[in-house]
């Protein structure tokens, strides 16, 4: 009863997909702030039967790698529902300060959320529909946002549970290193600060995110920008 009400909201806030989701996804992005490029992420999203498996390894370049030459991996699995993802086990790790790991177990059966970090152990309520840190940006290509003009859900990225709330302009074209691209805006509304996330979906290829802006609290911009995209339907 609880697993159906997870879908039955999740059914709600993205709406179900036409198109067979893709059995791999393979995604680079340049990450820059104040235009200076300082890392490359690249992700791989793989489908088998119902289940999905992402991984995410981002790593410095430049003057970055050399005084800060920490590698971050970040893994997300769980199972493919007819109304999207439902992650099991989130992990973010890293290949130098190991006291910034952290872990996120759902059990939707008991709506408990198993959050491990340098904290300890936590358990919290789970949501419905809550996401991780990674599993978020490829909910978008699960569940493609049509006809929505606003969306809401949990996140966790193993240290926290934030909720978002973003609202869409399905209308923009943004130019990435990978090309000019049709696509969905979504936006948070405004803050206290000058904090915002931003994201921008590729419409023709998939929804697979291609651009996403966070900005800090003082202005300072965070930018990450797709530059090669390979998909196997």
């Not at 996330?197 to 920008?225: N, R, Y």
Request: proline residues 6%; glycine residues 4%.
């Amino acid at each position: 009863m609880r697993t159906l009400l997870v879908l039955f909201i999740a059914c709600l806030s993205f709406g179900l997909r036409a198109d067979p989701l893709p059995l791999r996804i393979e995604a680079s992005y340049d990450i820059l702030k104040q235009g200076i490029k300082l890392a490359e992420v690249n992700e791989v999203f793989e489908r088998k039967d119902d289940r999905y498996h992402i991984s995410s390894v981002t790593k410095p370049v430049g003057l970055l790698a050399l005084f800060q030459p920490e590698t971050i991996v970040v893994t997300s699995e769980g199972e493919i529902t007819e109304h999207g993802l439902l992650p099991q086990h989130f992990t973010h790790r890293r290949t130098r300060n190991s006291e910034k790991n952290s872990s996120a177990d759902f059990d939707w059966e008991h709506n408990e959320l198993t959050l491990s970090n340098q904290d300890g152990i936590k358990l919290v309520p789970l949501q419905p529909f809550t996401q991780d840190r990674l599993s978020m940006m490829y909910q978008f290509v699960a569940q493609p946002p049509h006809s929505r003009l606003e969306l809401h859900f949990d996140m966790t990225n193993g240290h926290k549970v934030d909720e978002y709330r973003y609202q869409l302009d399905p209308a923009q074209t943004v130019q990435v290193p990978f090309g000019n691209l049709r696509s969905y805006y979504l936006y948070t509304p405004p803050q206290k600060t000058k904090w915002k996330s931003e994201i921008w979906l590729a419409i023709d290829h998939g929804f697979v995110p291609c651009k996403v802006v966070l900005t800090e609290d003082d202005g300072a911009e965070v930018v990450q920008v797709l530059h090669k995209l390979n998909m196997v339907p």
